[in-house]
Nanobody, 122 residues
Framework: QMQLVESGGGLVQVGGSLRLSCAAS????????MGWFRQAPGKEREFVGA????????YYADSVKGRFTLSRDNTKDMAYLQMNSLTVEDTAVYYC???????????????WGQGTQVTVSS
């Protein structure tokens, strides 16, 4: 089992920035690809982005490309999501996710966090 705990959510104004953190425990963190998903009210959960076990490769949903950046620190078992130029459409609960297959993380998640709320106000 792997436990994932997100933090860093909150209220931010349009155009602002926020950094989410994900603390992992219980499994060999460095062997898992890490990703982020989000779910807005009344909508299905959607993929945001993923990074490989080393952090050397990343891919993102088109809606956040160029604004969001994933990173990880394998020495601390931490993953991060830096969000810049936020819009009201980014308002959602953000979930940290871990999976063994980096290329398939958008469809195949082994572990989920409990989520953290991000609200962008205009």
């Amino acid at each position: 089992q792997m436990q994932l705990v997100e933090s860093g959510g909150g209220l931010v104004q349009v155009g602002g920035s926020l950094r989410l953190s994900c603390a992992a425990s219980g499994r060999a963190f460095s062997t898992y690809a890490m990703g982020w998903f989000r779910q807005a009210p009344g909508k299905e959960r959607e993929f945001v982005g993923a990074c490989s076990w080393s952090g050397g490769n990343e891919y993102y949903a088109d809606s956040v490309k160029g604004r969001f950046t994933l990173s990880r620190d394998n020495t601390k078992d931490m993953a991060y999501l830096q969000m810049n130029s936020l819009t009201v459409e980014d308002t959602a609960v953000y979930y940290c996710a871990a999976g063994l297959v980096y290329q398939a993380l958008a469809q195949q998640v082994d572990y989920w966090g409990q989520g953290t709320q991000v609200t962008v106000s205009s």
